[in-house]
């Protein structure tokens, strides 16, 4: 009979008077008393039928197992046990296959080891147990009984441990093996040959491969068009191109292929802030890992190697490790912190490959004026072609000139950027601040910085591109005042008929259509440097006079605190900004045609000055700077020498300027 794997609990049937139950390979007597004994195992069935009937009863499942541990209560289905499961409460079990009913688990009697002897052999003689499954209680039964009769006299027990002596010595010596016997070791070449798998004949043994982490091709992984290397090792060797100018007709614009991007980290916001890894095998000299002093040079005599261009200083290497291994030699580290060109990383862990082809968006942080200047004025004119066409070269941006300038930063800079839609489609890749990563590019397109800083091709950027860019600021802004003049006249000359309450009901702002002309001053008093002291009371002095009582004066009191279009706003209703020397002046953009600028300090170099960008804007630009001798002269009273020393000016002065300013607009 096959045992039941899964638990099945048995009850004593009280109120069935059992003659005989039927199992499967067994049948259980009744005792001489006449009580029917209790069922010593399971049943392959689950119920228990009455005698003379066929109908189930179904087991009680609360008796106690002898075997079974506290709280061990699993699903009949799944658990199965290891032990026979009798009752605790039996105190006789009927052997099945030998069909002997035993009072108790104790003490065997002499003559009922006799009986049992004889039993024994009658079930050898019928083949009975043997060719049963029987179970494994009665063959650890017949082993007992056998050892009992042969341990029953000293005689035999000292015959059986001497013949177990010489079993053991017989098997010890079986197990020797002498050295000479022992097979030749197979040669190197066998060991390693490859096994045919191809024999359909041959049957080898199973094979475990076990695979303690992934080949280490594995670790390059790509995700929307970028590889990424876990080690410059795996990293295949580049070979850049480069610079090629991307428009045969336009500067300014170049494409490197297969180049790497390091972060200048002594001049973190400046211009100065990349490097660029330029893998060739020809450069070979010891310093061909570190960038010039200055990138514009041709060559620099220290590092013998060239330069490359403003804002990109180029180092050459034959692969990542060789750049990093030369670059981390002492000498090179001193001469990098000597030039204040320390790249970062310095140590490669792993690469940041970009398939797409990338724009690198650099720029000064630091300085609005020149950002506009060194970055807008190069790229305005490409732009103007892209947008056209709408056919940008590039699918991502990157720029570690500001983390994400295009999407979420409120700078000045990036702001223009934005409303502009100066990148098209293309969307910013986000740089991870890890000190470990290098960032490569398959197609790397670059925008000189200060390529036209000088406006000094007219052919470059003209009137009209200029214009085009500032009309789109004026409607992304909502700037109040129209920027030519034609437009401000037609614009009054449709307004001339209304009333004041038909404006106001339009929402027209009465104010920036004109009448009084508009003064903005900005004293910068809140600096650090390069303020202008007592600037509030020349003003409050100017309004008394008859002859001003048809100009509006206002001042800026900080313009740090102000958003990118309330700064944009102020410049579009001035008429007139006379305004001390800063960044803030790239806000001319955003000023109507016609402004008068002027710029106060006691040394002034500013970018807005530009003859030709006053011309492609109809400005006019003027500076006060330090007196040199009267200082009744249109000049302004230093308190250092230094270019940005704090300053005042006289009443006389101060009224010889309001003057000048009320003649430029009247004309």
Not at 6 to 29: F, G, I, K, Y
Not at 510 to 523: H, M, T, V
Not at 569 to 588: I, L, W
Request: hydrophobic residues 35%; aromatic residues 8%.
């Amino acid at each position: 009979m096959q045992r039941n794997n899964s638990r099945t609990n048995l009850s004593t049937v009280d109120s069935v008077p059992l003659t005989s139950v039927n199992t499967t390979s067994a049948t259980v007597m009744t005792t001489s008393s006449g009580l029917p004994p209790l069922l010593l195992r399971r049943s392959n069935s689950s119920s228990i039928p009455p005698d003379g009937e066929s109908s189930p009863v179904n087991p009680t499942p609360n008796i106690p197992i002898a075997d079974e541990d506290p709280g061990d209560r699993m699903n009949v289905s799944s658990h199965k046990r290891k032990t026979s499961g009798i009752p605790l409460e039996a105190e006789a079990v009927v052997r099945r296959d030998s069909r002997i009913f035993v009072d108790s688990l104790g003490q065997i009697a002499d003559d009922e080891e006799e009986q049992l002897a004889a039993m024994h052999d009658l079930t050898e003689e019928n083949n009975h147990w043997s060719n049963t499954s029987g179970s494994s209680a009665f063959a650890f039964d017949s082993v007992v009984s056998i050892a009992r009769n042969v341990l029953s006299t000293p005689k035999n027990a000292s015959l059986l441990f001497v013949g177990t002596l010489i079993l053991l010595y017989l098997f010890s010596n079986s197990t020797t093996v002498n050295q000479n016997e022992l097979p030749a070791p197979a040669s190197i070449d066998e060991v390693q040959a490859p096994k045919d798998m191809s024999k359909s004949d041959i049957t080898y043994g199973e094979e475990h491969m076990e695979v303690v982490g992934a080949p280490k091709e594995s670790h390059v992984h790509e995700f929307n068009k970028i590889l990424f290397y876990d080690s410059p090792s795996i990293m295949e060797k580049l070979h850049s191109k480069g610079p090629i100018q991307l428009n045969d007709n336009k500067g300014g614009l170049h494409l490197y292929e297969n180049v790497c991007l390091t972060n200048n980290v002594d001049k973190r916001g400046e211009q100065d802030l990349r490097g660029l890894i330029y893998f060739n095998d020809k450069v070979r000299g010891e310093k061909r890992c570190v960038p010039c002093e200055t990138a514009t040079n041709t060559e620099d005599q220290v590092v013998k190697h060239e330069c490359g261009m403003a804002g990109l200083s180029t180092m050459f290497a034959s692969s990542v490790d060789d750049w990093t291994q030369c670059i981390g030699q002492k000498n090179n580290l001193q001469l990098m912190q000597d030039f204040k060109q320390t790249q970062s990383p310095l140590s490669v862990d792993s690469i940041h490959m970009f398939k797409e082809p990338t724009f690198l968006l650099q720029f000064n942080a630091l300085n609005t004026e020149t950002a506009l200047f060194d970055m807008l004025m190069t790229y305005l004119p490409h732009w103007d072609q892209f947008r056209g066409e709408w056919d940008f070269p590039f699918d991502a941006v990157i720029s570690h000139s500001l983390q994400g300038c295009l999407s979420h930063s409120h700078h000045w800079f990036c702001e223009v950027l934005h409303q502009m839609n100066a990148f098209g489609p293309a969307k910013e890749i986000p740089w991870e601040p890890d000190d470990s990563t290098l960032y490569c590019f398959e197609a790397l397109i670059y925008n000189e910085v200060g390529y036209q800083r000088d406006l000094n091709d007219d052919t470059f950027v003209n009137r009209e591109i200029l214009g085009e860019f500032r009309e789109i600021l004026f409607r992304k802004f909502a700037l109040p005042r129209r920027r030519t003049v034609e437009d401000r006249l037609e614009e009054a000359k449709a307004l001339a008929g209304m009333t004041s309450d038909e404006k106001e009901r339009e929402g027209i702002d009465i104010g920036s259509l004109g009448g009084k002309p508009k003064i903005i001053f900005y004293d910068n008093t809140l600096g650090q440097q390069m303020r202008w002291n007592e600037m509030k009371p020349l003003i409050d002095k100017a309004r008394s006079y008859e002859k001003y009582k048809n100009v509006t004066f206002v001042t800026v009191n900080d313009f740090g605190t102000l958003t990118v279009a309330q700064q944009a706003r102020t410049f579009n209703e001035a008429d007139a900004v006379v305004m001390v020397h800063g960044e803030h002046m790239a806000n001319a953009i955003f000023a109507v045609d016609g402004t008068v600028f002027i710029e106060v300090g006691c040394k002034v170099k500013s970018l807005i000055g530009n003859a030709r960008f006053m011309d492609m804007i109809d400005g006019s630009y003027t500076t006060v700077e330090k007196c040199k001798g009267d200082k009744n002269d249109t000049c302004v009273i230093c308190e250092g020498d230094s270019s940005g020393a704090d300053f005042t000016m006289t009443p006389i002065v101060f009224e010889k300027l309001i003057d000048s300013v009320v003649q430029k607009l009247n004309a």
